[in-house]
T-cell receptor, first 113, second 114 residues
Framework: SQTIHQWPATLVQPVGSPLSLECTVE??????LYWYRQAAGRGLQLLFY??????ISSEVPQNLSASRPQDRQFILSSKKLLLSDSGFYLC????????????FGPGTRLTVL | AQKVTQAQTEISVVEKEDVTLDCVYE???????LFWYKQPPSGELVFLIR??????QNEISGRYSWNFQKSTSSFNFTITASQVVDSAVYFC???????????FGSGTQLTVLP
């Protein structure tokens, strides 16, 4: 089966602290990977996507960054968290282009205090 | 630019009632795909269906059915004989060739009461 793992599941961090969220995918090679943020109010915002190792596209300028050091690993980072970074972070994968359905991981709930 | 509108913010029904979730989209492309996702309280988005712009056939999967109408730019989702387990937030989404991302609607919170 094609499974997406995200950790941690929940995280509480103080303002100004660094962040590292990890997403790993099983069962598929060369997937497209995505990071979304879902703030209160349910809207989903695409943050980054990657079509391959080392290839990252940013959709929204912010204090977050993403990296893809391995084919099945996608990392979301920040050097200094802001209060506005609080939210539910979802990793997703798809095979091929944007027309293919995306499958989502369980998410990480981040609270910045 | 692509846009997805889910005008119904919250819907509440009693178990066994039928319910329709509305989705209206905007796109300039002739080739595009439409999706529905379910987000239960656990948070993980669950893929339900994908439909391409050239296929207007309605689709039925168990208690779920989808009505795609290009003339009204709508892709509505009906749950027949709703159950408490159907309670979730439902998202409609659109992807098109000129964009590199999936655009989601704001979601509809469905609550099915026993």
């Amino acid at each position: 089966s094609q499974t997406i793992h995200q950790w941690p599941a929940t995280l509480v961090q103080p303002v100004g602290s660094p962040l590292s969220l990890e997403c790993t995918v099983e069962g598929t090679s060369n997937p497209n990977l995505y990071w979304y943020r879902q703030a209160a109010g349910r809207g989903l915002q695409l943050l980054f996507y990657s079509v391959g190792i080392g290839q990252i596209s940013s959709e929204v300028p912010q204090n977050l960054s993403a990296s893809r050091p391995q084919d099945r690993q996608f990392i979301l980072s920040s050097k200094k968290l802001l209060l506005s970074d609080s939210g539910f972070y979802l990793c997703a994968r798809s095979l091929g282009g944007i027309y293919n359905e995306q499958f989502f991981g369980p998410g990480t709930r981040l609270t910045v205090l | 630019a692509q846009k997805v509108t889910q005008a119904q913010t919250e819907i509440s029904v009693v178990e066994k009632e039928d319910v329709t979730l509305d989705c209206v989209y905007e796109t300039r492309d002739t080739t595009y795909y439409l999706f529905w996702y379910k987000q239960p309280p656990s948070g993980e988005l669950v893929f339900l269906i994908r439909r391409n712009s050239f296929d207007e056939q309605n689709e039925i999967s168990g208690r779920y059915s989808w009505n795609f109408q290009k003339s009204t730019s709508s892709f509505n989702f009906t749950i027949t004989a709703s159950q408490v387990v159907d309670s979730a937030v439902y998202f409609c989404a659109l992807s098109e060739a000129s964009a590199r991302q999936l655009t989601f609607g704001s979601g509809t919170q469905l609550t099915v009461l026993p």
